[in-house]
Each structure stands twice: as C-alpha cells, then as structure tokens.
C-alpha cells in the first residue's frame, strides 16, 4: 500500500496488526480491553541518518517489512481512517521472518 506520507531521517511509518483476541469460553475482547499491538507492517521508511563522519547509513528495515516493536513505541497519526504509527528505527526490536 503506498501512502504519501514520508518520514525524515531514522523514522518509519508502522501500521499496527491488529490481532481479534478472542477468550477461551469465546469472547470477543474489545480493543479497549486488549494491550496495544507490538507488531506491524513497514509502510514507509526514512532516508536514514548521517554518521559521525557524514556518511549516510540507511535503515535496516523496508516497505513492506513485518516488524515487533516495543509496547508504548512511536507517536500515532490516523491516515485515510486507519491509525498509524510513527516511530524511530531504534523502537524496532526485531523483523518477523
């Protein structure tokens, strides 16, 4: 999905996965009584930041990337009615396989 916002320096655009929990008796929980989600999919990605000596380092992840991220990471936006996060590379603790 292409969207036309785009992040500057070491920040990327993250839409969170959200995951139906559902109890075992099978209730469904409502979002409000679930945690935040901690994964997510990669929409857009900086330019990355520049080292100690100017040379540019890109990031490690890209569009299209399935990412954890820690719990209260990231600041969120709402896009076309869908909420989004934007959070720096260093919020990003591991790439799903």
């Known amino acids: 999905m ?3 916002i785009q992040p500057l320096g070491n920040r990327l655009v993250v839409e969170p ?3 139906e929990e559902i109890t075992a008796g099978g209730i469904v ?7 935040k989600p901690q994964k997510g999919v ?8 520049r080292n100690d000596e ?5 990031l490690e992840v890209k569009e299209g990337d399935h ?17 989004l996060l934007i959070m720096r590379e ?3 603790l591991a790439k799903i396989n």
């Open 2 to 4: 292409a969207i036309s």
């Open 17 to 19: 996965i959200e995951e």
């Open 54 to 58: 100017g040379v540019h380092v890109p």
């Open 29 to 35: 929980l409502p979002e409000t009584a679930k945690e």
């Open 90 to 92: 260093s919020d990003i």
């Open 42 to 49: 990669v929409l857009a990605v900086g330019p990355g930041e």
């Open 67 to 83: 990412v954890l991220f820690a719990k209260y990471s990231g600041t969120e936006v709402k896009y076309d009615g869908k909420k």
